[in-house]
């Protein structure tokens, strides 16, 4: 694997510069964090070696829709969010396409959908704690929201988006492309590359005759951010329904949770 590089021609993008210049639209309610919140933050940020200028950019990224449902503020991370994930499939994108010149476009793909994925993308989140930070409502967080995948990646992505936001894209690269590479590491060492549908199928078709029944049971979310519940049939038996943030996503969690559930892995 390559040394790590930011891509020459998207560091000068916003170099030591905000590309956010109206943050005062943002610095109420939920978003402008109180002294001990700001503490917390700080903090945070002091031990991953992270600078920010705007405390309450910071904040936002790790406001639930649901807080802001209960007190009738509408701001929320959901914005931070969409252009993260923008900047996260781009970071992906660049470490794969300058790191494996060897392999086809098909591959990258594949690899890409894996460590951009909801579970790598929630563990991150957990190892950078963050969901110690989030501010949910109370209904979510009595509904266990602090430990849900969706929520912790969500807010992977929006904090990422904070960052560009706030210092660049220079910056948002530097911070979450070591976290992307070494998944891509493992992935190369097979610790994770596995395409749990094509292993549905050959095991499905071989002992029942049979071609695995994949239903996208419902999607919620909004556009920009949809889940799809998707469960598969396997010989008269349904496993699921398993979550994704695409169809494709969800069908692979499906047949991963059936493959385990037959013995297959």
């Known amino acids: 694997?390559?040394?790590?590089?930011?891509?020459?021609?998207?560091?000068?993008?916003?170099?030591?510069?905000?590309?956010?210049?109206?943050?005062?639209?943002?610095?109420?309610?939920?978003?402008?964090?109180?002294?001990?919140?700001?503490?917390?933050?700080?903090?945070?940020?002091?031990?991953?070696?992270?600078?920010?200028?705007?405390?309450?950019?910071?904040?936002?990224?790790?406001?639930?829709?649901?807080?802001?449902?209960?007190?009738?503020?509408?701001?929320?991370?959901?914005?931070?969010?969409?252009?993260?994930d923008a900047i996260l499939g781009a970071v992906a994108a660049n470490l794969l396409y300058k790191n494996l010149s060897d392999r086809p476009e098909g591959d990258l793909a594949k690899i890409k959908s894996i460590v951009v994925s909801e579970d790598i993308l929630s563990a991150i989140a957990l190892e950078l704690q963050l969901d110690s930070l989030l501010i949910l409502g109370k209904g979510e967080e009595l509904s266990g929201g602090r430990g849900k995948k969706a929520i912790l990646a969500d807010a992977l992505e929006a904090f990422i988006g904070a960052i560009y936001m706030d210092s660049g894209f220079t910056e948002a690269y530097n911070f979450i492309a070591p976290y992307i590479n070494s998944e891509i590491e493992k992935v190369l060492e097979n610790r994770q590359f596995q395409d749990f549908k094509s292993l549905l199928q050959e095991y499905s078709q071989k002992k029942f005759k049979r071609y695995p029944q994949y239903t996208l049971v419902k999607k919620s979310g909004p556009d920009h951010s949809r889940i799809f519940w998707v469960d598969v049939n396997i010989n008269d038996i349904v496993y699921g329904p398993v979550t994704g943030k695409n169809k494709k996503g969800a069908e692979q969690e499906a047949a991963k949770l059936a493959c385990k559930a037959l013995g297959i892995l």
């Not at 930011?6 to 510069?17: A, I």
């Not at 940020?45 to 705007?54: M, P, Q, T, V, W």
């Open 1 to 84: 694997m390559k040394q790590l590089k930011t891509p020459t021609n998207l560091s000068n993008l916003s170099k030591n510069k905000s590309v956010f210049t109206d943050t005062a639209g943002l610095m109420n309610g939920l978003i402008n964090p109180d002294p001990a919140r700001k503490k917390t933050l700080v903090s945070f940020l002091k031990n991953e070696g992270i600078r920010f200028k705007s405390i309450g950019l910071l904040n936002l990224s790790f406001v639930h829709r649901s807080a802001g449902n209960e007190t009738g503020n509408k701001n929320n991370n959901e914005r931070l969010e969409f252009l993260g």
